[in-house]
């Protein structure tokens, strides 16, 4: 297990994150230079999990899972 920090909310406020051993082939392949050429990741994206086309934002943890969520919801109505 490894631990680093991220800043939180407010002034000086560092949240750690914990990062199992198991993960660590995934982080690498996340971080990867060619991987995010690849997914059209702007190079000067510095986020883990950033946005593609370029930006320069990261993406929404809480709206993606909601999405996936809404998604299987609908083809279980529809299934």
Not at 22 to 29: E, H, I, V
Not at 41 to 52: I, K, L
Request: aromatic share 6%; charged share 20%.
């Amino acid at each position: 297990m490894k631990v680093t920090f991220q800043s939180g909310k407010g002034n000086n406020h560092l949240v750690p994150i914990l990062i199992p051993r198991d993960t660590f082939a995934a982080m690498k392949l996340l971080s990867d230079k060619a991987q995010r050429e690849a997914a059209d990741v702007s190079s000067s994206n510095t986020f883990m999990f950033p946005s593609t086309k370029h930006s320069a934002m990261h993406i929404s943890g809480w709206h993606a899972v909601s999405r996936v969520c809404a998604g299987a919801e609908s083809s279980i109505r529809t299934g």
